[in-house]
């Protein structure tokens, strides 16, 4: 199913799902029925994980607006022990 969007006079712009290669060049308006023209937009795409596209949003939001901080972020809780025992090798700090 397809997105197809119709701009009334009246009423303004709504959305038909439809199958594909199926849209009518005009469509009766579902709020006061009058006749609508399909209006051609660029395809939804879909985006992909909703958590890349939030630490992208915020990249580029940061990007004009920088986000000020006065130190490092709090330390939460005790320091987390890894219990690999490949991890024990590492030299410590």
């Known amino acids: 199913m397809v997105t197809y969007s119709y701009r009334c006079r009246e009423c303004g ?3 038909v799902r ?8 005009r469509r009766s308006c ?6 609508a023209a399909r209006r051609f937009t660029v395809p939804l795409v879909r985006r992909g994980d909703p958590a890349v596209w939030r ?3 915020s990249t580029e939001r940061s990007a004009e607006q ?9 330390v939460s ?3 987390r022990v890894s219990r690999d025992p490949r991890h024990a090798r ?3 700090p």
Do not use: N, Q, T
């Open 13 to 15: 712009d709504f959305d």
């Open 18 to 25: 439809a199958p594909m290669g199926e849209a009518a060049p």
């Open 30 to 35: 579902p709020r006061c029925g009058a006749s």
């Open 55 to 57: 630490a992208v949003e």
């Open 66 to 74: 920088p986000d000020v901080v006065s130190g490092p972020p709090p």
């Open 77 to 79: 809780g005790a320091a």
């Open 90 to 92: 590492l030299p410590r």
